[in-house]
């Protein structure tokens, strides 16, 4: 009696829980089958704004503007560097003439310096010519230092220019990239 008595124990609460167990899988598929149906409509969707979004795309041609403006920045990064490479090629041949002038100078001063011996190892036509031959050197020196200005001057200019066109480019870029995410967040939000 006792283990009868256990036995309907038992299966009324095994059958209490499955009852139980029953109606919380009855939930949980009910609130699959929504959770479903919110998917299929969240991917449904996602597909309408990507086709809106590559539409938009194409009809104004966004990525191929962001790949246009990425080639125009490489290709002004590297007349940059060109026009850099040049300047430190500039500065070096500066330098050089520049030490050569120095060491001209002191030769001219050291030929400037009256000798107390009155020695001559040259003739006077040899002397002349050897002052006009220093004056035409120093005249040619005064012109290339103007050429050589002449040309830092503009060689600055066109690298200043290329550097504002450059933040110029980096500024229109960053403005289609925002352009972009605003209309992509309000294809997606729409």
Known sequence: MIDSMRNKIDFKSNFERAINLENILKI???KNKEIKKESDSLMKL???QEKALNNYDKENRITEKIELLKSE???IKESIKDCQDKNTKQDKYIKHIHSRMTLFEINMKKFSIPKVENKKNFTKEEFKQNLEMLDNLRVEIREKRKKLANITKHNEDKFNSLVNLNKKLEIDFKENDKVRMKLYNFIKFS
Do not use: G, T, V, Y
Request: glycine share 0%; no cysteine; charged share 35%.
């Open 46 to 48: 996602n597909d309408i």
């Open 28 to 30: 949980e598929s009910l």
């Open 73 to 75: 920045i490489k290709s």
